[in-house]
């Protein structure tokens, strides 16, 4: 596989990360290259998951939301900046194939399918936590057992169509390419309310002398 990369064993790396550092934000990274970006995109996934769990409360003030809101747009970014350096790491270590002429382009990345697998991670380890409620009925418990059941029949899927494109990467027959997301709304030159804000304020605007 590429850069030394299988979806076996990053999905036991980020099960391995919720069962042994639950509850904490910084997790370690595990290896050269790729894996220093995958520690940090599921380090941010996690930061997320549990930010967007406290942003649903309704017994704390508004203002706690509103800090709650920009960490999470904070966390965000950092976990994109994430998938794109997994990417670039990935394509480095491919430098020197050369995809055939009929090499298909996946549209999908291999940092994109990784992203998707942690934050399949944190499905499975909460819903898993949901079929071991004590205080739940009967019911809840087994809809939770079906909607688990499912989760990991998903990554399994995912787990293996990343093999399939780090494998066609390695042999020239399939490529991706590393696409930037440009989150419009973090960057104060791009969101019209943030450099609004700044012109009303007397700051110049983007493009202004």
């Keep these: ?35 220093i970006a995958i520690a940090a995109n599921h380090r941010f996934n996690c930061l997320l998951w549990r930010e967007e769990d406290k942003a649903r409360r309704q017994d704390v003030p508004a203002a706690d939301i509103a800090d709650g809101k920009r960490r999470i747009d904070s966390y ?31 549209s999908e990345t291999a940092g994109t399918m990784i992203d998707r697998l942690s934050i399949l991670a944190l499905k499975i380890h909460h819903m898993r936590a949901q079929t071991e409620r004590s205080d739940a009925d009967g019911a809840h418990v087994a809809a939770c057992t079906a909607r688990l059941q499912r989760l990991i029949g998903q990554r399994a899927d995912l787990s293996g169509c990343l093999d399939r494109l780090l494998f066609e990467a390695r042999e020239g027959h399939a490529y991706f390419k590393v696409y930037r997301q440009f989150k419009m709304y973090n960057d104060p030159a791009l969101n019209p309310y943030l450099y609004g804000q700044a012109r009303s304020a007397g700051a110049p605007g983007p493009g202004a002398p």
């Design 76 to 106: 965000n970014q950092q976990r994109n900046d994430a998938v794109e350096a997994i990417d670039e790491a990935i394509l480095a270590s491919l430098a020197e194939i050369t995809p055939a002429p009929d090499a298909r382009l996946s």
């Design 1 to 35: 596989m590429a850069h030394g990369l299988d979806g076996g064993t990053i999905t036991q790396y980020h099960d391995a990360v919720l069962r042994l550092a639950q509850g904490q934000s910084d997790h370690p990274g595990s290896g050269p290259g790729a894996w």
